[in-house]
């Protein structure tokens, strides 16, 4: 078993090398600049992301729960607008991304994020937690900051370096056979391996920075983890909160952070 673990540390690493592990973003005023592990190719993760997320649209819509027109509708495009026009600080390539934003009506007190922008808001979090603007914006930085970092590609990646040791990616792609199988493995990776820790704290510090930059004031990313955390107390947990745990540190370090992006908050304020 021990030796098993060091054999695929090895072969991740050795991976690592071969794929030129490298930083997705720049490291940006809250300098987060960690190389990442990237084997999976990226258009073809996006694909599948963008299949998965039509269909959930599409799910949505015959139930009559996909919202597309009405104030909260306008609210969130208009936040995450805003947002993503900020995205090219960290990568100048996510200028050209065809960002989607789907807004579903359902109590879930959620949000996602799919490999090449595709956010998917669940009304429940909006509503029970009275989100401000601010507190959106902080709720959709942290979304769209997982998919600048590709937090899904890398962990599809380190699970694939972990799990298909000899018959790794490229080749064994071209196969149909071989793409069902990653098909299979990207859909369960992405659907039940929450973020590591590591994930979270970059996508709290960019998207903290993406919502400063943009103009909302960067204390309502404690207000937000705060609600979320007092409505874990209520009968049904946030989903949210599953995969993001609204812990004290968590809090702290964005409390910590605040000194970083004040001056941009304050620049955009300006405007
Ligand atoms: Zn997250």
Redesign the pocket.
């Known amino acids: 078993m021990k030796l098993t673990l060091i054999k695929q540390a090895v072969v991740v690493s050795v991976i690592a090398t071969l794929a030129g592990c490298s930083s997705t973003t720049s490291p940006g005023a809250v300098d987060v600049d960690r190389r990442q592990l990237l084997i999976v190719p990226a258009q073809q993760l996006e694909q599948m992301a963008q299949v998965s997320f039509n269909e959930q649209n599409e799910k949505a819509r015959a139930a009559g729960k996909l919202v597309t027109q009405g104030a909260a509708y306008d609210r969130v495009r208009r936040v995450a607008a805003r947002l993503q026009q900020q995205a090219p600080v960290f990568r100048p390539d996510a200028a050209n991304w065809n960002w989607e934003v789907a807004l579903i009506n359902s109590p879930e007190l959620n949000a996602s994020v799919a490999p090449g922008g595709k956010i998917t808001v669940y009304t429940g979090i909006i509503d029970k937690l009275q989100l401000t603007d601010d507190e959106l914006a902080m709720v959709l930085g ?2 769209i900051a ?1 998919a600048l970092r590709e937090h899904g590609r890398e962990r599809v990646s380190q699970a694939m370096a972990q799990n298909l040791i000899g018959s790794v990616v490229m080749g064994a792609l071209q196969t149909s056979e071989a793409q069902a199988k990653m098909a299979g493995q990207v859909t369960d990776v992405m659907l039940t391996l929450p ?1 590591s820790r590591k ?2 704290i970059e ?1 709290d510090k960019i998207g903290l920075e993406i919502a400063a930059r943009a103009g909302y004031n960067p204390a309502a990313a404690m207000s937000v983890w705060q609600k979320m955390g007092s409505a874990s107390s209520g009968a049904r947990p946030p989903e949210f909160l599953s ?2 745990p609204a812990n004290e540190s968590r809090i702290a370090e964005l409390t910590r952070m605040q000194a970083a992006v004040m001056p941009l908050y304050q620049a955009a304020s300006r405007q």
């Open positions: 942290h979304e997982h973020n994930n979270e996508a995969t993001h």
